[in-house]
């Protein structure tokens, strides 16, 4: 069974950087793509960025050149570097693991960027 758990939200300036992490149970993180995910209130849950298990990425358009994820296989952690946070980016943020089996999500922690 695979666990993940988010650290790292809060509140910040219009601006302003975060970073959060995921860490994840269970040995099937290394050979896992791993995820960062939104939901904003009224919203639909959007794909921020995804990382695969050799390191290849895909953003989201809205936050190219703003943030950055990484993983460390060495410690089953994801991280999501979000710097020149907006408004806009005020939303849940979901660590998703994306196994051939199923999919993993962790409780979501919340991100809030003030004008």
């Known amino acids: 069974q695979v666990q993940l758990v988010e650290s790292g939200g809060g509140l910040v300036q219009s601006g302003g950087s975060l970073r959060l992490s995921c860490a994840a149970s269970?040995?099937?993180?290394?050979?896992?793509?791993m995820g960062w995910y939104r939901q904003a209130p009224g919203k639909q849950r959007e794909l921020v960025v995804r990382i695969g298990s050799g390191g290849s990425t895909t953003y989201a358009d809205s936050v190219k050149g703003r943030f950055t994820i990484s993983r460390d296989n060495t410690k089953n952690t994801v991280y999501l570097q979000m710097n020149i946070l907006k408004p806009e980016d005020t939303a849940v943020y979901y660590c998703n693991l994306h196994s051939v089996a199923r999919d993993y999500w962790g409780q979501g922690t919340q991100v809030t960027v003030s004008s």
């Open positions: 269970g040995s099937i993180f290394r050979i896992s793509a």
